[in-house]
Each structure stands twice: as structure tokens, then as C-alpha cells.
């Protein structure tokens, strides 16, 4: 609208007073009122010096260098940053020319009041989205008439509020859930330390113990009389010689039997072809070999025949082929003494004496010979670490050093997981490795907090990771909210960095920027390819409720 056209309209009446609102010029809100109170004259507001008639307030000419003359036309709007025509923020001298005031002040009666750009008041367009009472067109430029339409303007967003009400309570509750169950998570973690830290100290002070055991064990052990593994007393050794040797016999008894019955199978068939030889041959053939052999096979037929293995004799045979532990006719477990000790076959002194004493006298000798060889006056035993006692300390010291090492590393990860960023209130340690997920184009996208992102193929399955987690970050965003809410809005936002996917070809390894907003479930929102292999996801969770408030509570702060 053109500036004379304007002043035309405006005249002095632009400088009409709302009365409802107590005495402020058109355009002001009532946190400026103070400095328009005076009817004569007004003080620009940045630079009080300056002072006007109060005519010149609302006469559509900029008279104050700020702008704060002009509280309900467009005449100081080139000095908004929104002006194609700003000089705003550029000092004159010691002026400031800042605009004073944040815009045209909308009373919106029946819905919320606001600020309009001054840019848009009396532009010929009706701001609705500001201003629902229609009172930026008061001038009514080229004849438009915006109506006011606070009341359902007003009915609307108050019904839309109500929801995004119940909606951030709600999403508060849940965060505050999460919290709690991330103490929860926390302090099972100081526990788990706890009892850990419990158990090394233990099992170092056990560990000492096992070791001075081995020690002890190897020592004894080199200062033991070597002996034929397995050999007790002279008894013993009897009873086991005894017994190797019977069952030496009973192998080659079995094994003679064998052969016995082999032969007396090929004596029968012999005899038997000599049998019908006798009777078949010529006599008239005059052949004195086969005349021969006729008589000396007679002789033999008409001796005594040796009874070779008859049914008895076969019977006491098994009987004496089958092994003590069938029969039991010798129980040779009763004849083995248990192992002397090196001290019997040392000396034979304590049999005569009383058990305890025996076995005092049992340790003495052996530390004496312990003794005499750790001072090289007796050669060691030959196989240090074979017996019983060192082998059974040797594995108790290793089982313990093997669940002592692996506690420590525990305790370690759990230490390390106390320190890592679990975000504001340690929330994201309830939410993590839970995964949401979303579908978009041929692709399933996952999202698993503090875990990775990945994209999942719907015509293969294949899965490929585009990061895996590595921080928590804060980003500023400045995008539109959708009437649904699930958008991120503008300000610093949670930010999760995701980096070193699966490479990709021609290009980086995948990476996923994952911003978050608050919102009354984890959703993922919306995932975009900002580059070849850059990926941002736009995900709602209450997990980030609180901070978003905080941020933006310090955000105004500043
Ligand atoms: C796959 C997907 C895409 C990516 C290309 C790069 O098709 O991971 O997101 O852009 O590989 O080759």
C-alpha cells in the first residue's frame, strides 16, 4: 500500500484508542503500553530523546528510528528483518534501529492474541493464522474485509490444544516411566559391581591361597621317591605281578584250546581218508609204497587212541579259561594295599610306632628330603607334576585365576557402561536395543536405539546397516509441524549419530542422523537420503519430552 494512500486513510484516527484494553495506540500489546501512557507527546522507545508530538503516533510516517512511533502501520516495517527494504540493525551513529516493538499486536478476542509482521499490516491480505480477528486489514486496502473468525478459529485450537495437551502430558508420564526404569537399569548395574568387586577380593586372597598350595604341592613332590606308578607294598607288588601273570596264562590257555580243537578237527578228516583208502585200494596191484602205507596206518588204527578233549575235560576247561572278577576265586582288590607313602620305602621305622606320631615322623622326613635336595645334596624326583596333589592344585588354581580374569573383565564393562552417555536422566538406557521401524519405498527401515539403523529390502530381505551408534548430539532444526503433530518444529533437538554402516559403493560407509522430537510413542517419522549414503531419520519419542522443554525454556532465556 502506498504511503501517502495510507496516510490519506490513517489520518489522525489511526491513533485510535481501544478502550477495552485501557488507553494503548492501535498495534500496541499491553506489555508496551507504559511507554505510549502520556497524551502529548511520545519518547521513541530505544532512544528516549527523541520525542514526538502525540499526533505523530500511528500517522503512517516513521518518525522514531526504532520503529515504535508506528505501532499499527506498516510505515516502519523496513526496518524488520522480514523487509525486502531493511535498515533495521544498522546503527546511526549511537541510534539504535532495531524494531522496538516484535510486530502489529492482535488482541484476537475469543482466541489467542499475537504478533503480526509489520510487513503484513494492511498488505490487503487477511493473516488468519495470526491474526483471526482481522484487525491487520483495518484500513481496508483495495476494499478487503477480513472478519473476524476468532471464535472458531479459537473453538478449533482449543480443541487441537486440548489434545496436544493430554498428548505432552502423556508423553511426560511415559518419559517419566522411562527414567524410572533407567534408575532401575542403573542400579542393577552398581549391584552387579558391587557383588563383583566382592567376589575379586575373595577370590584374590583364594588365588594367594592356591598358590602357595601349587607351591607347596610341586615341592613335595619334588622331594618324592620315585616309584613304579601304580606299585604299592611288596604284597602289592606280588598280588599285581600274580595277577598279570594268571591272566597271561588264561589268554594262552584259551588261545591253546583253540589250536587243540583246530588239530582235532584235521586228525578226524585224515583218519578218515585214510579209512576209506584202506578199503578202497587194489591189493592185486603189486605197489609196495601203498602196501606200505596200508600196514602202518593199521598199526596206528590199532593202538590205544588218546582221549583228546572230551566233554569233562572241555567243561573244566572253560572253567578255568573264565577271569577272577567272573568267578571270584581270587579277589585281588584284597591283596592290593593302598599306596605307601615314600617314608615306608625309606624306612620301615613306623610300623613300630603309634599313627600319629608316624605321621609326624611321615612329614619330617619328607621336608628333610625336600631339604636335602633344594640344597642339591639329593638329586630331585624326575616327575615334578604328575602326582595326584599337584595336578588337583594346578587345576584349582587356574579355575580360579580363569573366573577371577573373567569377573575383572565384567566388571570392567559394567564400569565403562556407568560412565557412557545414556542422554538427559540416563533415559535412553530404558529404551535401549529396542528397534522401531517404519516402511518407506522398497525398503523397511529399523531403528535401534543406541544400536544401529538399518535398511531391510522388501523384495530380498537383505539387510543392510546404514550406522551404528556412536554419540548423542544436539542439533537446531526449523521445520513446520504437520497438523499431526509428527514433526520435529523448529529449535535444538536430541540428536543420536549413527556412522561406519556397510560401505557404500562409490561412495562413504553409511551413516544416519536420527533427530528427535517429542512425542507420545517412539515413532519413526519420516527417513530421507540427504546424500548418497547420508541418511536423517525424524523420529518422535517421549524420551526427549523434558529436554525439549528445557531446551527451548533456555533457548527464550537467552
Ligand atoms: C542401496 C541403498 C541406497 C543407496 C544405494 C547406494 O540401494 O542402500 O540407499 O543409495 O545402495 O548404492
Known sequence: MG????????????????????????????????????TDTFSCISSPSIQLPISHVNDDFCDCPDGS????????????????????????????????????????????????????????????????DGSDEWAKVGGIKCDDRCKEIGKEWRKLDEQRQKSASNAAKRRKELVAQAAILRQEVEVKIHTLETEIQA????????????????RQ??????????????????????????????????????QRDMSKGRIAELEGILTTFKEEYNPN??????????????????????????????????????????????????????????????????????????????????????????????????????????EEARNALKATEDSLKNNRNQLNTHKEDLEKNYGADDVFRALKDQCITKDSG????????????????????????????????????????PPDGKGLGSGVRVALRYENGQHCWNGPNRSTLVVLACAETDELWKITEEEKCVYRMEVGTPAVCEVAEKAQTLKDEL
Open 203 to 218: 577370590e584374590e586372597i583364594k588365588l594367594k591361597g592356591l598358590e602357595a598350595n601349587l607351591a607347596e604341592a610341586e
Open 221 to 258: 613332590q619334588r622331594g618324592k621317591v620315585v616309584k613304579r606308578p601304580g606299585s604299592g607294598g611288596k604284597l602289592s607288588m606280588l598280588a599285581q605281578l600274580a595277577r598279570d601273570r594268571i591272566e597271561e596264562l588264561r589268554e594262552a590257555l584259551i588261545e591253546v584250546r583253540s
Open 69 to 132: 512511533d508506528e505501532p499499527g502501520t506498516s510505515a516502519c516495517a523496513h526496518l524488520s528483518s522480514l523487509s525486502p527494504y531493511t535498515v533495521g540493525a544498522v546503527p546511526i551513529g549511537d541510534v539504535n534501529t532495531t524494531l522496538a516493538l516484535p510486530g502489529y499486536y492482535c488482541k484476537n478476542k475469543g482466541h489467542q492474541p499475537s504478533y503480526v509482521p509489520f510487513t503484513n499490516v494492511n498488505d490487503g491480505v487477511c493473516d488468519y493464522q495470526l491474526c483471526c
Open 285 to 390: 596191484f603189486n605197489d609196495e609204497g601203498v602196501k606200505r602205507a596200508v600196514r602202518g596206518w593199521e598199526d596206528y588204527a590199532a593202538r590205544d587212541k588218546p582221549t583228546i578233549g572230551d566233554e569233562a575235560h572241555d567243561r573244566d576247561l572253560d572253567e578255568i579259561a573264565k577271569p577272577d572278577s567272573e568267578t571270584g576265586a581270587i579277589k585281588w582288590n584284597e591283596w592290593e594295599e593302598p599306596e605307601e607313602s615314600d617314608v615306608d620305602v625309606l624306612y620301615k621305622i613306623e610300623a613300630y610306632l603309634p599313627a600319629p606320631f608316624r605321621d609326624w615322623i611321615d612329614k619330617k622326613l619328607r621336608d628333610l628330603r625336600v631339604l636335602l635336595i633344594e640344597n642339591g645334596v639329593l638329586a630331585p624326583s624326575s616327575d615334578v607334576g604328575s602326582s595326584k596333589e599337584v
Open 442 to 481: 522398497e525398503y523397511t527401515y529399523e531403528l535401534c536405539w543406541l544400536g544401529s539403523t538399518k535398511q531391510i529390502s522388501k523384495k530380498n530381505n537383505g539387510r543392510t546397516t546404514m550406522g551404528n551408534f556412536v554419540s548423542i548430539d544436539s542439533v537446531t532444526v526449523d521445520d513446520e509441524v
Open 3 to 38: 504511503r501517502l494512500e495510507a496516510l490519506l486513510i490513517v489520518g489522525f484516527a489511526a491513533c485510535f484508542i481501544n478502550a477495552a484494553e485501557g488507553p494503548r495506540p492501535r498495534g500496541v500489546g499491553p506489555e508496551f503500553a507504559r511507554f505510549y501512557e502520556s
